[in-house]
């Protein structure tokens, strides 16, 4: 796919961890920015990132016709994942269908969707790959609406819209990151937390390295409709936060259950689209030690 220079890409939940930093490196791209925003007190933050704001909210499906221009591409990072149990049909799934039915009409080139590994289930099955069977009727909400809005996204698609759908793992960066920094603060104050067992496996990438996968999903002639795990690697968590434990001076704990060795097939991503990693899990690490060992 050949772009025009200053391609303007639509991003939902850009002021959020993980939309943050795929819009901050589209726009280090050369790429013009449309941040999607739920109120005008959010337009000083986009301009100051050399963004544009659209406001919209994804709680409010109907509020969300947003001057989508032909040509365009929409990249949909926003999601809800809060305790308020209507907002996760609402978001995750209408607003999914009515951002892409806009998208559609509006002739946009190409949709995609950040979605996630949990589609496949809370307890991860082991060994899932794109093709395995989506979990609509998860007890967890989150998994299960995240789901229903694939197979909404799908709905639209079969009437036209070119659509990608990136599922990542746990995604990891020393900043601005729920499985990152964040995490780090939290075995800081409360320890290793209980339900982790060190031993349990799980689907892992990097932020930076979703940022890539997305541009690819973006632009690669050979990502048209179709969806990719969004992982680099399966990490057990005694390597993933055994070491920040151990600079935080916090025991390890073993709950009294089996580890959970929720792995996924890695590699459609690379040999369809050519996707190389730009940061390392040990990369990674090292930053996330760093920051345990930085005095608080």
């Not at 009409?105 to 996630?116: E, G, L, P």
């Not at 990136?166 to 937390?193: A, D, F």
């Not at 060190?198 to 541009?215: F, G, I, Y």
């Not at 973006?218 to 005694?238: C, G, K, M, W």
Request: a negative charge; one cysteine or more.
């Amino acid at each position: 796919m050949i772009l025009k220079r200053m391609t303007t890409v639509l991003v939902t939940g850009a002021t959020g961890h993980v939309g943050y930093q795929l819009a901050t490196r589209l726009h280090e791209d050369g790429w013009k920015v449309r941040a999607v925003v739920r109120s005008p007190g959010q337009f000083d933050l986009v301009n100051a990132q050399g963004w544009e704001p659209v406001l919209g909210d994804l709680a409010q499906p109907q509020s969300l016709k947003v001057p989508l221009e032909e040509g365009d591409f929409v990249l949909h990072c926003a999601a809800y994942a809060g305790a308020d149990k209507p907002l996760y049909q609402t978001v995750n799934v209408e607003a999914t269908r009515r951002l892409a039915d806009l998208a559609l009409h509006a002739k946009v080139r190409r949709f995609v969707h950040i979605s996630t590994i949990s589609v496949h289930g809370n307890e991860l099955p082991s060994r899932v790959d794109e093709e395995s069977p989506l979990a609509t009727t998860d007890p967890e909400p989150y998994c299960s609406s995240k789901a229903l809005g694939e197979l909404a996204l799908g709905e639209i698609r079969a009437h036209g819209l070119e659509t990608v759908v990136l599922r990542p793992g746990m995604i990891t960066n020393v900043v601005r990151s729920q499985w990152g920094n964040e995490m780090v603060e939290r075995i800081r104050t409360k320890g290793w937390p209980k339900s982790f067992h060190p031993d349990d496996v799980q689907p892992w990438v990097q932020t930076l390295n979703l940022a890539e996968m997305s541009r690819l999903a973006l632009t690669h002639p050979e990502a048209a409709n179709e969806t990719f795990l969004a992982v680099d690697r399966n990490v057990a968590l005694r390597e993933f936060y055994g070491p920040i434990a151990d600079a935080l001076g916090q025991p390890v704990l073993v709950p009294d259950r089996a580890p959970q060795l929720s792995t996924c097939h890695v590699g459609k991503i690379s040999t369809k689209l050519g996707y190389k990693p730009v940061r390392s899990f040990e990369e990674t690490m090292d930053g996330l030690v760093a920051l345990a060992k930085t005095p608080h």
